[in-house]
């Protein structure tokens, strides 16, 4: 009986090895044993950029301001002050617009819009962040750079460039444009 007792003072020490408290006392798993045994990676300034995101998802938009989606994660595009960025706001009013993206040329995801917006369309060389519509049809979210003939709707408001290219880079086929 007392073999037992030792065999299982002996296991219940082992599994508390595997934990270490953390500044508040309280226990939490080794992250390097966590990371080995589901092979997840844990970047801080990803979480932080993440929850930047979800606070940016909870905030009240301004007059100029749009919310897009893509996938899981959304950010905030602030609006230029012109007829066109007007009209895609007006477009989104009454409900959320839904639309089929895809990615071109590794520099941008490109969403047709199903309706024509009225455009000015001038040669501007685009950064990261920029927002454009194209042709008077088509909205465009650049992660890289592209020197066309666009109008300007906007610029993403990101805390960091490198998260927006993963977001827009990724595989999701649909993105939504709300004012919510």
Known sequence: MSKRIVAILVVFLLLLTGCKANSSGDFQEDDNAVQMEYGVQTDTNELKEQTEMKNADEST????????????????????DNETAK?????????DLTISASNYGGFEKVCRLGKTLPCNDTQIT???????????????????????????????EEPSLETLEKILSGPETEITLSIR
């Open 126 to 156: 685009t950064e990261v962040g920029d927002v454009m519509l194209y042709s008077g049809n088509q909205i465009v979210f650049f992660y890289g750079a592209n020197s066309w003939t666009y109008t300007k709707l906007g610029k993403v």
């Open 61 to 80: 938009l301004a007059d100029n301001q749009i919310r897009v989606t893509v996938g899981n994660s959304s950010f905030i595009v602030n609006l230029e």
């Open 87 to 95: 009209a895609l706001r007006e477009m989104l009013t009454d409900e």
